[in-house]
Nanobody, 121 residues
Framework: QVQLVESGGGLVQAGGSLKLSCVASGSMFRINDMGWYRQAPGKQRELVARITGGGSTDYADSVKGRFTISRDNAKNAVHLQMNSLKFEDTAVYYC???????????????WGKGTLVTVSS
């Protein structure tokens, strides 16, 4: 089984910064894309940022220039540095990883349990 464990959420004032981290563990042959999604109260879960195994990145327009995603392949980890936080960034942030458990198997999506980020205005 593959487990994703997030850390780093919390309460921060608008304009502040937080760094989220997520570590994958378990039976894994290869981790493909990793990413961060968020879900605000009453809204659908949305992509925040994702990164391929080769390091290519993609960001939601609402966070471009403020958030930076990175990964440490040696540690099976992905990070999200969030700067210039806004009230509207308040949400539960979920880590996602597409993991192939075997050389000849396609990847499957796994999710962390989420970490709450609250930005006070």
């Amino acid at each position: 089984q593959v487990q994703l464990v997030e850390s780093g959420g919390g309460l921060v004032q608008a304009g502040g910064s937080l760094k989220l981290s997520c570590v994958a563990s378990g039976s894994m042959f290869r981790i493909n894309d990793m990413g961060w999604y968020r879900q605000a109260p009453g809204k659908q879960r949305e992509l925040v940022a994702r990164i391929t195994g080769g390091g290519s990145t993609d960001y939601a327009d609402s966070v471009k220039g403020r958030f930076t995603i990175s990964r440490d392949n040696a540690k099976n980890a992905v990070h999200l540095q969030m700067n210039s936080l806004k009230f509207e960034d308040t949400a539960v942030y979920y880590c996602n990883a597409n993991v192939a458990k075997h050389r000849y198997l396609n990847g499957e999506d796994y999710w962390g349990k989420g970490t709450l980020v609250t930005v006070s205005s």
